[in-house]
């Protein structure tokens, strides 16, 4: 157990990391064209929070929270998602009495108990964003548009862009009277789970896994069919600003979401070839969610994105990650002198922030060359019995294979230049 990690979780080595720098420069520079600032919230949470937020009924917070008792024998969680504790955020900082809409992102752990599978893990990261304020189609369109142009950006366009609306409290109250007449034979043939959603939230019956539970519901009325006039109006609209923005879309009525606080707006994105986990962004509209925590009356939007699924697809892709050139130089020295001259020149251009390294295991100089070459050096400088008698190094372009004397003194100079 010692030297093995929990199921479901990952460790990043160097070469993995610097893809989730990659992704994440342009993560951040896309939300700041946006207009979307950084939140960083805890990563636990009172467990009331998620119950409440999140919703009861929901996988979730039924089977997957990973729920303790701390030292002070008060319950909290790791956090499940983002939304519900961006909206405490929200509330907490009183964000809600500065001028709307507020526009947030995030980058973070999240945890959930699953079953762990490609693409599926108890510790995953999201990036998500939260626009609180408005409920403007517009809106609804530009939070959809910004996780479209992140898969572009990062260099994916083979995209399925599902899009629905859930309505509001009124559309679910006719919807619930539709079901009931679909169901009222058949209510006992549910599983005993979906019998207590029947109650509750009669919408988290659509996502049951259970093979009956999918026959019965197949042909069941859907939410959608029953949209009040200002929730259709507003689906026709963000579809209509979708059309304007030349985004492609596919409206899929049994898109109902996973999550409890779903209102009007639903969207999912689906990649081919990652397998059974192909959701990589899930996200909608939740206009109620801040007055059921106990603010004012606040509409709400956004989605969250797994990366650790984003990364997936991009090497299934086959999709080269552009990580920007950055030069490298490894100082090999011939004996124990040249060491404390190493030892100078590469403080000497860490100074100037360039990323220098030197040995520390005793190799020979030609072990050192070829170490060089294997943490991917730019340049090797080599300070030899010679060199030191004439104050140079002599540089090696690790990729051309030429090299040349350089002064000591004029080493920053030359590199600066390179
Ligand atoms: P979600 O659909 O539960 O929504 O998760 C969003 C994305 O996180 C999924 O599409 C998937 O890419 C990734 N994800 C979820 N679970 C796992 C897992 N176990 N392992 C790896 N990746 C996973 C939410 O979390 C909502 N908070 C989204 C949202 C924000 N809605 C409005 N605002």
């Known amino acids: ?24 420069d342009i993560i951040k520079k896309l939300c700041i064209d946006y207009g979307y600032g ?32 701390d030292k002070g024998e008060r319950s909290v969680t790791l956090r499940p998602e ?16 500065k001028a709307q809409p507020t526009k947030y992102y995030y980058i973070g752990p999240m945890y959930r108990y699953d079953r762990p599978q490609a693409g599926r893990y108890r510790q995953f990261h999201q990036f998500g964003v939260e626009a609180f304020g408005s409920s403007d189609a517009a809106l609804d369109a530009e939070v959809i548009k910004l996780a479209v142009d992140l898969l572009n950006r990062i260099g994916l366009d083979k995209l399925a862009l599902h899009v629905n609306s859930v309505g509001c409290p009124e559309c679910r109250k006719v919807h619930k009277e539709k079901l009931n007449d ?26 049951c896994k259970s093979s009956v539970c999918q026959e019965i519901i197949s042909d069941a009325p859907s939410i959608t ?22 985004i492609n879309y596919i409206i899929d009525e049994n898109l109902v979401r996973g999550l409890d606080y779903y209102t009007r707006t639903t969207f999912e994105i689906i990649v081919e070839g990652i397998g059974a986990q192909s959701a990589i962004c899930g996200g909608g509209r939740y206009d109620k969610l801040v007055e059921q925590c106990g603010g004012p009356d606040t509409p709400g939007i956004g989605f969250a994105m797994g990366l650790e699924r984003l990364l997936m697809t991009l090497d299934l892709h086959g999709i080269n990650i552009k990580t920007s050139w950055r030069k490298k130089i490894f100082v090999a020295y011939v004996d124990n002198k040249a060491k404390l001259e190493a030892v100078r020149t590469v403080n000497i251009i860490r100074k100037n922030n360039i990323s220098a390294d030197m040995d520390y295991m005793g190799r020979s100089l030609k072990a ?15 300070l030899g019995e010679e060199e030191l ?20 003194d004029n080493i920053i100079n030359y590199l600066t230049l390179l």
């Open 368 to 382: 050192q060359l070829k170490y060089a070459n294997k943490i991917d050096a730019t340049h090797t400088m080599i």
């Open 38 to 69: 950084e939140i960083r919230m805890p990563t636990f949470e009172h467990t009331e929070l998620f119950a409440r937020g999140v919703g009861e009924t929901t996988d979730i917070v039924e089977k997957e929270m990973y729920t303790f008792l």
């Open 182 to 207: 679909y169901l009222s034979n058949r209510l006992d043939e549910l599983c005993t789970t979906c019998q207590k959603r029947y109650e509750k939230n009669p919408l988290r019956i659509f996502d």
């Open 389 to 408: 008698k004439k104050g140079v190094v002599t540089v090696k372009d690790m990729e051309q294979g030429s090299q040349e004397e350089i002064l000591i």
């Open 1 to 24: 157990m010692l030297t093995k990690r929990p199921r479901g979780t990952n460790d990043f080595l160097p070469q993995d990391t610097e893809k989730w720098h990659w992704m994440e």
């Open 82 to 97: 983002g939304t519900a504790s961006v909206v405490r955020a929200f509330l907490e900082n009183k964000v809600f009495s």
């Open 225 to 246: 069919s029953c949209l009040c006039k200002e929730c259709r109006e507003h689906f026709d609209k963000v579809c209509e600003i979708l059309n304007l923005l030349k």
